[in-house]
């Protein structure tokens, strides 16, 4: 079985650096799509739009997250789970 | 002791820094063996990656020319066990797509022979020398991944492990088992690739000693 693992990615003020942590996995395909797409749409798509300014630093990914605090995204998929920090299944909510 | 394919994991992101990590869980077993392939657009390169805060042994580091993409690959004998983070470490920050899979291992000599075919070809092949009961990991970099494959060794096709978007694309696989002997494996799409194997190999079985009696 494939599991897909959800990421949740936010600005870290302290840090003054994006932080991205693993918190969760679907088994279910259309869950891990729909947040690629949502992830392509959102900070993939400012990324590719901005990349030069992102590369010589005029500009701050933190311009992204002062209008979305919060993303959700998978980059990861394994075929093994048992022993990761999180034991369930996350409900994907469609928005 | 027979060598046997662990657990895999693939990540594929923008890494937005010059390090990023995710988690990947390495088998219990004797003969632990971890293998990672990266694959980084334009000319970042890969310094270094961890496991578990283990340093791993680069065993290959090749421009593609034909892609503008960093391909390397590393490898970790006796691994911790169990789910810890890879940590990559870039030359510096990359806001392109970038691929890691990783293949966990238990049996294992570690990473034997490996070879690289380029510039892309259509149906690129690459050939490997392999010792016997040795698995192939076959990997190809190309213009799309349409209709994707890979075949190891040539003419048998396995299953696609990971299929990522990198600029341009990357997708392989594994092999079982294989017996000695020029292995040529194959990977393509309906765009030109370049194609590169790596030589899993078996831990050597040792034979029991004979005991002896010594009569005095």
Sequence with gaps: MEYYIVSKIDWDNDNNHYKCEEVGYTTKIEDYEFLQNNYNNTLGAFIENNKTELENGTKSLYEFFETTPTLYACFTTTNAIEHFPFTEEINIIYY | MALVEGNRTADRRIPM????????????????????????????????????????????????????????????????????????????????????????????????????????????????????????????????????????????????????NINNWTWGGISPSLPAGNTTIQGGSTSSNVIMGVEVKEAAIVPIARRRIIIV
Excluded: E, K
């Design chain 2, 17 to 164: 820094s010059n390090t990023y990590s995710f988690n990947h869980t390495q088998n219990t077993g004797a003969d632990g063996c971890l293998v990672i392939i990266i694959a980084s657009p334009g000319t970042i390169l890969v310094n270094s990656v961890n496991y578990g805060g283990q340093a791993l042994t680069n065993v290959r580091q090749t421009v593609l020319t034909n892609y503008s993409t960093y391909w390397s690959v590393w490898r970790l004998n006796n691994p911790p066990t169990g789910t810890n983070s890879v940590q990559v470490n870039l030359s510096v920050s990359s806001w392109n797509g970038t691929s890691a899979v990783c293949y966990s291992f238990t049996g294992s000599a570690g990473v034997g022979v490996n070879n690289l075919t380029q510039p892309a070809g259509t149906n690129q092949t690459t050939t490997l020398n392999i010792s016997n009961n040795s698995m192939i990991i076959g990997a190809c970099v190309g213009g799309n991944s349409t209709n994707a494959y890979i075949a190891i060794p040539q003419g048998t096709n396995r299953p696609i492990d990971w299929n990522h």
